[in-house]
């Protein structure tokens, strides 16, 4: 059975969490920060025109914006979400996310 645990954030200092992960042109960056079999957080940065074309997941997964406004589109209905704004999209519907500038987000997935 595996242990669920946190990675990748520091242990011995205090860090601002938006700062734990850079941006850069052209790139999408993730960092996980989970190992567990039920819930998948992931930290990810997107370049200025940056974004993931439509995607699943088997779970529930909720957006939380950290830097820089950001569209998640689902269903066809835009939602538009800026520092500190959060959003749920249900498991199995279809959605993607893009934003005009540099963003970062936390994406969390329960199983």
């Keep these: 059975k595996n242990m669920a645990r946190l990675r990748n954030l520091p242990t011995n200092q205090v860090s601002n969490f938006a700062?734990?992960?850079d941006?850069?042109?052209?790139?999408v960056i993730s960092m996980s920060l989970t190992d567990s079999d039920?819930?998948?957080m992931v930290m990810l940065s997107?370049?200025?025109g940056e974004g993931v074309s439509e995607e699943v997941y088997q779970g529930d997964t909720m957006y939380l914006i950290l830097d820089g406004e950001v569209t998640i589109r689902?269903?066809?209905q835009d939602y538009h979400l800026c520092e500190g704004d959060t959003i749920m999209?249900?498991?199995?519907?279809p959605h993607e996310i893009f934003g005009k500038n540099a963003y970062k987000i936390v994406q969390i997935t329960v199983h």
């Design 19 to 21: 700062s734990l992960i």
């Design 23 to 27: 941006v850069k042109d052209q790139q």
């Design 38 to 40: 039920n819930v998948d």
């Design 46 to 48: 997107f370049g200025a």
């Design 74 to 76: 689902k269903e066809e």
């Design 89 to 93: 999209v249900e498991a199995d519907i």
